[in-house]
């Protein structure tokens, strides 16, 4: 498997896609579908994600040395994941566990790989 499809970034997709939904829904009225607003944010927050250069070793976003999103992108995911994240524990508890859990990892201390493309398998 290579790291696109690593279980931890297929993970952390689910909770960018449900914190997302739970926003939208709770603050634009939307049911089973997201706003053009937020479905250009996920769609941005997903790119971000294809492209980081730690891959499975990421740390969260919170806790990256790289600040890889423009800054009125990073402005509004945070406010998602503020609104969202009081929800998380209610209605997707193990992806919430799993982000908290995320939360203590650190970037790794030799940087990012820069010997292959993301979302290459290693050799």
């Known amino acids: 498997m290579g790291n696109g499809g690593h279980p931890r970034l297929a993970r952390e997709r689910k909770t960018l896609r449900a914190m997302v939904h739970i ?4 603050r634009h009225g939307t049911q089973d579908t997201l ?3 937020c479905n250009h944010l996920l769609r941005y927050a997903l790119g971000r994600l294809d492209k980081c250069p730690y891959q499975a070793s990421k740390p ?3 806790n990256c040395p790289i600040h890889c999103y ?7 995911i945070r406010s998602v994941m503020r609104y969202a994240g009081r929800w998380m524990m209610l209605r997707h508890p193990f992806l919430a566990l799993g982000h908290l859990f995320d939360g203590l990892r650190r970037a790794p201390q030799d940087g990012p790989r820069q010997d292959r493309e993301p979302g290459h398998a290693p050799d």
């Open 23 to 26: 926003a939208c829904e709770g």
């Open 35 to 37: 706003c053009d607003t």
């Open 60 to 62: 969260t976003c919170a």
């Open 70 to 76: 423009h800054p009125a992108m990073r402005e509004e």
